[in-house]
């Protein structure tokens, strides 16, 4: 059974940064494309940043180039997202996504940990 369970989600004011952590479980890991999404109320559930199987293949909306970084560890299974300079409008559900590009399999998606920056 495949799970994924984020954590690290909280209330900062703004300019101050968090890190999340996604563990996954029930996957093999390295080979899974691991994402970040995120939904504020009233609006779609958008991409965040991406990482390959192999780390070297990183995307990031451009709202968060510059202030996130999206990074894995394949002997922990778990993926991060460290959120530097947070702005009042990063405040959001964020959602970790695993998928298999290459044999069509997911994405699966965690439950979501609440992000609320303070102005």
């Known amino acids: 059974q495949v799970q994924l369970v984020e954590s690290g989600g909280g209330l900062v004011q703004a300019g101050g940064s968090l890190r999340l952590s996604c563990a996954a479980s029930g996957v093999p890991f390295s080979t899974y494309t691991m994402g970040w999404f995120r939904q504020a109320p009233g609006r779609e559930r958008e991409l965040v940043a991406r990482i390959g199987p192999s780390e070297d293949s990183t995307y990031y909306t451009d709202s968060v180039k510059g202030r996130f970084t999206i990074s894995r560890d394949s002997a922990k299974n778990t993926v ?3 959120m530097n300079s947070l702005k009042p409008e990063d405040t959001a559900v964020y ?5 298999n590009y290459y044999v069509g399999v997911g994405p699966y ?4 940990t609440q992000v609320t920056v303070s102005s």
């Not at 959602?95 to 998928?99: D, K, L, S, V």
């Not at 998606?109 to 979501?112: E, L, S, T």
């Open 109 to 112: 998606w965690g439950q979501g």
């Open 80 to 82: 991060y997202l460290q």
């Open 95 to 99: 959602y970790c996504n695993a998928r």
